[in-house]
């Protein structure tokens, strides 16, 4: 049973246009969201994060979008650049809950120049 | 910021053998620790929570006796997985909690161990 689901395995984008990463999440009960960015041969590093509570989040390029009626998020990367190539995990949890992890299959992003 | 090491990065050994796995969180301490498998193609899974000073936290599924979990320090957690066979081969990684006060502390994660079965 895949709580969080990310349905693009990939997606190719040119330099300096917008990257949009898709999750979906089945358990009502997550409340706060996280993106990892995954390097080839590397553990992922945390990116952004958002709460249950705010529908939107930003740092610098990077924008988490949260709709919870819709139990979808979004990760927007503007402009998009050939070092953010990797594989993104969505990832989910429920405060209170250990701070057990539940993560998607994870989006390969490719910036081509 | 905070850094995880973990090691090995690759084993490859014949069945039966148990293989060790160890994760350190180098400049801060880790009360909790996360061990996560993944197999081609799908997302990490946590197997468990690994508590300092007291028993792990398995899983629904995960066997407790076939992947010992010890966390002896607060910097120190190893992932023992006993009697390897082929279908044991995959990607542990481990995580740890960051320090901070918030009830969400992101996670920071080894670069994980390639453990493949002959």
């Known amino acids: 049973d895949q709580q969080v689901k990310q349905n693009s395995p990939s997606l190719s984008v040119q330099e300096g246009r917008i990257s949009i990463l898709n999750c979906d999440y089945t358990?009502?009960?997550?409340?706060?969201f996280l993106w990892y960015k995954k390097y080839p041969a590397e553990g992922p590093t945390f990116l952004i994060s958002?709460?249950?509570?705010?529908d939107k989040n930003e740092d610098g390029r990077f924008t988490v979008f949260l709709n919870k009626s819709a139990k979808h998020l979004s990760l927007h990367i503007v402009p998009s650049q050939p070092g953010d190539s990797a594989v993104y995990f969505c990832?989910?949890?429920?405060?209170?809950?250990?701070?057990?992890?539940?993560f998607g299959t994870g989006t390969q992003l490719k910036v081509e120049l | 910021g905070a850094v995880v090491s973990q090691h090995p990065s690759r084993v490859i050994c014949k069945s039966g053998t148990s293989v060790k796995i160890e994760c350190r969180s180098l400049?801060?301490?880790?009360?909790?620790m996360f061990w996560y498998r993944q197999f081609p193609k799908q997302s990490l899974m946590l197997m468990a929570t690994?508590?300092?000073?007291?028993?792990?936290?398995?899983e629904q599924g995960v066997e407790k006796d076939k992947f010992l979990i010890n966390h002896a320090s607060l910097t120190l957690s190893t992932l023992t997985v006993t009697s390897a066979h082929p279908e044991d081969s995959s990607f542990y990684i481990c995580?740890?909690?960051?320090?901070?006060?918030?009830?969400?502390?992101?996670?920071?994660f080894g670069d994980g161990t390639r453990l493949s079965i002959l």
């Open positions: 995580s740890a909690r960051a320090p901070g006060k918030r009830a969400n502390q992101p996670q920071h």
């Open positions: 990832a989910a949890l429920v405060t209170g809950g250990g701070n057990k992890l539940t």
């Open positions: 690994s508590n300092e000073g007291s028993k792990a936290t398995y």
């Open positions: 958002i709460s249950s509570i705010k």
């Open positions: 358990n009502s009960m997550f409340d706060y």
């Open positions: 400049d801060f301490q880790a009360t909790t």
